[in-house]
């Protein structure tokens, strides 16, 4: 099994900035991708950000210039960073990682159990 664990979520005014940071351990055999989805109130879970081990990156529109996601492969983390947050960001924010356990060939997509970012207006 693979675990995520997700800090660095909170509370903040809008125009500030908060760093997430996801960490991925257990028997972990490799790690095609990392990112992070988020979830508001009444709204369905939609991706933020991603970054693959071929160094491709995508980020949702509403977040572009103000999101920056990063890898520590050596640690097997993966961090976004946020910055001129606003009220709309408000949200359960949830790791994933796409990997592998050692030993097998098969995928698959392991969550975090999810960290709260409040912004204030």
């Known amino acids: 099994q693979v675990q995520l664990v997700e800090s660095g979520g909170g509370l903040v005014q809008a125009g500030g900035s908060l760093r997430l940071s996801c960490a991925a351990s257990?028997?972990?055999?490799?790690?095609?991708?990392m990112g992070w989805y988020r979830q508001a109130p009444g709204k369905q879970r939609e991706l933020v950000a991603a970054?693959?081990?071929?160094?491709?990156?995508n980020y949702a529109d509403s977040v572009k210039a103000r999101f920056t996601i990063s890898r520590d492969n050596a640690k097997n983390t993966v961090y976004l960073q946020m910055n001129s947050l606003k009220p709309e960001d408000t949200a359960v924010y949830y790791c994933?990682?796409?990997?592998?356990?050692?030993?097998?060939?098969?995928?698959?997509?392991?969550w975090g159990q999810g960290t709260q970012v409040t912004v204030s207006s």
């Open positions: 994933y990682a796409d990997a592998r356990t050692s030993g097998s060939f098969y995928f698959y997509d392991y």
């Open positions: 257990g028997n972990i055999g490799r790690i095609r991708s």
């Open positions: 970054s693959t081990n071929g160094g491709t990156i």
